[in-house]
């Protein structure tokens, strides 16, 4: 018997025994719930796309013998993924014919972007991309983009509204499982189907049978009803465009930035995961530098790596449940923070395998926690009025932070060292801990899943005024701006450009009173 062999049965006991365990116990059992099942479901349609158009693509690009910087130029297909909060407003707000009144607003939306979805993905494996001659395949990459952002819009607002209040953490996190299955389906799944190694089926087809995926979903939706969409303005007829106009795109944005703390929320969002942000972007390099094999590496991370990202993902609920979201940000946080530390000891270690088996599951289980309670609170943070929009919104916010701040990590581990850098890791993640204390201390979090409940009609019936609606539209801008500076990659100058807009659009929007 191999050795990897003995790994994988060691690695799958050890998962069987702790899924086993948990199902047992009262707090984890919402998981078996239909509401959450659904969660899973929605989860695996969600998850499929975007691999499909990144990992999946790149690979299939690199076998026909297509050059590095073209198969670049396909990573650009991100883009709608980061900017489609700009269209989120109509999936909010904007009625289908026939769809909306047979299936309602979300499951309208879901059926009608899933057939589209299907026919680009069918057409996307068809292009056959060869070079000179890719015109047609990034058309279709591009169409497929746009069409699985939007179908994530949906999704994560129609996750939010059919989860009860005890099953919400659950849900989100049963939503993580079916998204990595997704991720799966796509990634080893189509390879397998269209290599020559595995079925060897062809890429067409590979990519058309994929595009199935999106039937868990629908399956889903029919199951469990239309869930709890809130339209505030069910009657549009009367409704003069620029009241409308004002509803779906103005109000979204408005009712989140005048609660109490709306911008240290942001503040937090932004700079909650900088950290383990970092840890990840330098994990790989220096997993090479300390002369790991591929399969030792591979086996730790995909195998126990993956495993313990589960478990954790598992955890995440019943650690809410237990501790209360404020309670459980910060202790999560901390756990994720001080986690690094075990790199520190691999970095000193050197090349043991079970030194970094140790670490990665380390790592990956405090950060399944991790994002399974920062996911819940994202969601929560959205108001069921304006869900799509909101979320849309705070998932972007939340990828600057990621994006961005984790851009030094590189140059601190070239000057630090690794033991220096992993130490570094640990002390970023310090103000994200600090705003969050803030945070809770003036209540700011709230100990329920949901951290958003009713509107304020007097706040959001006041006039806009000229200016003001010139400030969203600026502050708009100005993130797009920020987004795609780096897909784009742009100069210094345009990130800075884009920061001094969002900025004078903030202060047009937020600090003055509605002028005409």
Not at 284 to 311: N, R, T
Not at 451 to 469: F, H, M, N, S, Y
Not at 475 to 504: I, K, N, R, T
Request: net charge neutral.
């Amino acid at each position: 018997m191999s050795v990897d062999l003995i790994r994988f049965i060691i690695f799958v006991a050890i998962l069987g025994g702790i899924a086993f365990i948990a199902l047992t116990n009262e707090r984890f059992r919402p998981y078996l719930r239909k509401n959450p099942a659904v969660a899973f479901l929605l989860g695996i349609s969600s998850g499929f796309p975007l691999t499909l158009l990144v990992a999946t693509l790149t690979f299939w690009l690199a076998k026909v013998g297509l050059d590095t910087t073209t198969i670049g130029l396909a990573v650009m297909v991100g883009i709608p993924y980061t900017i489609k909060f700009l269209w989120a407003p109509l999936v909010d707000k904007l009625h289908l014919p026939i769809l909306t009144k047979a299936f309602g607003q979300r499951r309208g939306w879901l059926f009608l972007i899933q057939g589209l979805l299907v026919i680009s993905v069918w057409q996307l494996g068809a292009t056959d991309p060869q070079p000179g001659h890719l015109g047609p395949f990034f058309v279709w990459a591009l169409i497929t983009a746009f069409l699985s952002a939007t179908q994530d819009i949906v999704i994560d607002a129609y996750r939010i509204e059919i989860l009860e209040e005890d099953e919400f953490a659950h849900g989100t996190a049963a939503n993580q499982f079916g998204y990595r299955t997704g991720n799966l389906i796509a990634g080893a799944g189509t390879i397998y189907i269209a290599s020559q190694e595995g079925l060897g089926l062809g890429w067409a087809l590979g990519y058309g049978l994929t595009s199935l995926a999106v039937i868990p979903a629908i399956i889903g939706a029919l199951w469990v009803g239309p869930g709890k969409f809130v339209d505030r303005y069910a009657d549009v007829a009367g409704m003069k465009p620029g009241q409308w106009l004002t509803e779906a795109v103005i109000n979204p944005f408005r009712e989140f930035l005048t609660r109490h703390g709306a911008f240290l929320i942001l503040g937090f969002v932004l700079i909650y995961k900088v950290g383990d942000a970092m840890g990840q972007a330098m994990l790989s390099p220096m997993i090479v530098q300390l002369g790991f094999s591929d399969l030792d590496y591979i086996s730790a991370s995909k195998f126990w790596g993956f495993g313990a990202l589960i478990v954790g993902s598992a955890l995440g609920a019943p650690f809410i449940l237990w501790l209360g979201m404020g309670r459980a940000l910060l202790i999560s946080g901390l756990m994720m923070m001080f986690s690094n530390a075990m790199f520190m000891l691999l970095a000193a270690t050197g090349n043991n395998y079970w030194m970094m088996v140790a670490a990665i599951v380390v790592e990956n289980s405090t950060s399944g926690i991790g994002l399974t309670v920062f996911a819940t609170y994202l969601s929560g943070l959205s108001n069921i009025a304006y869900t799509a929009t909101q979320f849309a919104l705070l998932s972007s916010f939340a990828g600057v932070g990621r994006t961005f701040m984790a851009g030094p990590a590189g140059w601190v581990a070239e000057k630090a060292g690794w033991i220096g850098f992993w130490g570094f890791t640990i002390v970023a993640a310090v103000p994200g801990m600090l705003l969050l204390w803030r945070l809770w201390s003036k209540g700011y979090v709230v100990e329920g899943v949901r951290q958003a409940v009713g509107v304020d009609e007097t706040k959001l019936k006041e006039p806009v005024g000229g200016l003001r609606i010139a400030g969203f539209l600026m502050v708009l801008a100005g993130l797009v701006g920020v987004l795609l500076s780096q897909q784009l990659e742009a100069d210094a100058m345009w990130l800075y450009a884009s920061l001094a807009c969002f900025a004078a659009g903030s202060a047009l929007a937020w600090k003055r009173k509605a002028l005409a």
